[in-house]
């Protein structure tokens, strides 16, 4: 993740390929926290938001991120350049697929 003066500019990559962000984060910031930014930045026009910060998963350097870690954590010395920003991929559980089941229409 760039870290630009003890922040961490990171960008949010969408399925759709549209992205929210970049912004700036403290290395101390939870996942969980991040995931609280996107449901607030979410934007209003796109179908099938995350309802919560479980349906949401960031993905960075092919790793899902797990909630109870920190930006700084996950620093990756590999893919991250100093003054860059970081992409992370978000990946948002579909609605009916609560209770792990995801049910698929089939037309013949």
């Not at 969408?14 to 930014?37: H, R, V």
């Not at 996950?74 to 893919?79: A, D, E, G, T, V």
Request: aromatic residues 6%; charged residues 20%; proline residues 8%.
């Amino acid at each position: 993740m760039a870290v630009s003066q003890d922040q961490f500019e990171i960008k949010f990559r969408l399925s759709d390929g549209s992205d929210i962000g970049p912004k700036s984060f403290p290395p101390a910031t939870s996942i969980a926290t991040l995931k609280q930014s996107i449901l607030a930045q979410w934007p209003k026009d796109k179908e099938y938001g995350p309802r919560t910060v479980k349906d949401v998963k960031l993905i960075s350097a092919g790793k899902i991120l797990e909630n109870n870690r920190t930006v700084g954590e996950c620093q990756s010395p590999l893919c991250d350049l100093p003054g860059g920003v970081t992409t992370m991929h978000v990946v948002v559980q579909p609605p009916n697929a609560e209770n792990g089941l995801l049910f698929i229409s089939v037309m013949c």
